[in-house]
């Protein structure tokens, strides 16, 4: 069985230039009051226009990825960092004790919509730092490991039990979502159009299954679809900046009015 939630149509965030809706993956868990589904605290979809500047700033306690299918998203540092996140390359802000950051597109860019994934660490504290660097090359119809817990296999880390795939799926084709016993599996859908379970999801729409076992993804027609699977009962550090902070919180209770 799978739990479904539709898109969001509340900006969380909203400059004009910048502006990002928040997912609680949650509140998809049958009896849950909390917005996270353990360490996984939120997803923003987050929209910059050409030209936009969002300046510094500092972010604590969140694990940051931040996953740019299409565009570029630009990061500057008071550490010398000058990073550039596309289709080819992922960035990880493991905030840590407090990390200072600005982003930027350029006038030239293309509008850019991308995910920022936060995710609890296990304890508060940490040392800060970044990673950044490329992707492996994504295959169609196979899923690509992201990022993963710290010490496993994946390209990136973050430091809490959080295994993250994207996927390319062809019109017609069919998936197994990614699955570990015991553990709890949630989707995302960035484009494009999938059934499963026999239900529909489409463009920023997600599910999360809530029964262990093999269950079937199929592209109705192209889509881009990122899969999480992740241990909800591991001890997790809260107060991120963004993934616990007051704005997340007060649209994650407004979601369940």
Known sequence: MIRKATRTTEDAIDSGRFSARAYFPGHLKPGSEDHGL?????IMESFLAPGTHIKLHEHVVDEIVS???AGVMRHDDPKGGHLTVDADHLMVMNAGRGFQHEERTREDDPPLRMLQIFVRPQAAGLDPY??????PEPRVNEWRHVFGPAGGEAPFNVRNAVDCRDIRLVAGQTTSLPNKAGQATY????????????QTFGEAESGLVVADGNMRLEAVEDAVVLAFVIDASAEVCRGGTVGDGETVHRMAAQSLR
């Open 38 to 42: 353990g360490p996984l605290a939120t």
């Open 67 to 69: 996953w740019v299918p």
């Open 130 to 135: 970044i990673q950044h660097g490329r992707l």
């Open 187 to 198: 989707f995302f859908v960035f484009t494009g159009f999938v059934t499963a379970d026999d």
